[in-house]
T-cell receptor
Framework: QQQVKQSPQSLIVQKGGISIINCAYE??????FPWYQQFPGKGPALLIA?????SEKKEGRFTISFNKSAKQFSLHIMDSQPGDSATYFC???????????FGTGTRLQVFP | DGGITQSPKYLFRKEGQNVTLSCEQN?????MYWYRQDPGQGLRLIYY???????QKGDIAEGYSVSREKKESFPLTVTSAQKNPTAFYLC???????????FGPGTRLTVT
């Protein structure tokens, strides 16, 4: 119940295309869903986050779509660029725990 | 220049030796975390601390120890009891009762 399942494990997209990464969870007590971006040899950086009271949040080319009934959320990267090539992690947390449960990561490669 | 520093970036040790990884933050965050990252397994929580002189075990605490004597410092000791210590170790911090965790650049530990 504490797991966050992330797919795909790796993703290859052409420059200008849309990258889509999916995550699913079981615990309905989760109330915060962030996405982190990590470049090789660096620490993850918070990219965008959503709470379950909204179905979509957009920041620039990055959009989180949230489906509460299906217990799924996804990251969409529009107009993908080679500089977006990184590993992306979804995560979830619940009020009062101060802990994040991370997915296993998706390695995105964007080719020119 | 605010942030989280981890040192050293690379660390090599012989099997059977204890080793301490440094983590310092000047963000005035109350909570601090240690994660271990292995290929294909995402980030796994080792220990976390929400207040000075107090800390809790995460999901994989066996073979590790921590201390929190100062708000800005949260060192992690990898003991000889840790069966497979070679990994990338990440430290993070967050303001209390928020979910936003900020990560340091990581320390890559290799034990031979």
């Amino acid at each position: 119940q504490q797991q966050v399942k992330q797919s795909p494990q790796s993703l290859i997209v052409q420059k200008g295309g849309i990258s889509i990464i999916n995550c699913a969870y079981e615990n309905t007590a989760f109330d915060y869903f962030p996405w982190y971006q990590q470049f090789p040899g660096k620490g993850p950086a918070l990219l965008i986050a959503i709470r379950p009271d909204v179905s979509e949040k957009k920041e620039g080319r990055f959009t989180i779509s949230f489906n509460k009934s299906a217990k799924q959320f996804s990251l969409h990267i529009m107009d993908s660029q080679p500089g977006d090539s990184a590993t992306y992690f979804c995560a979830a947390s619940m009020h009062g725990t101060d802990k994040l449960i991370f997915g296993t990561g998706t390695r995105l490669q964007v080719f020119p | 220049d605010g942030g989280i520093t981890q040192s050293p970036k690379y660390l090599f040790r012989k099997e059977g030796q204890n080793v301490t990884l440094s983590c310092e933050q000047n963000l005035n965050h109350d909570a601090m975390y240690w994660y271990r990252q292995d290929p294909g397994q995402g980030l796994r929580l080792i220990y976390y601390s929400q207040i000075v002189n107090d800390f809790q075990k995460g999901d994989i605490a066996e073979g590790y120890s921590v201390s929190r004597e100062k708000k800005e410092s949260f060192p992690l000791t990898v003991t000889s009891a840790q069966k497979n210590p070679t990994a990338f170790y990440l430290c993070a911090s967050s303001p209390l009762e928020t979910y936003e965790q900020y990560f340091g650049p990581g320390t890559r530990l290799t034990v031979t």
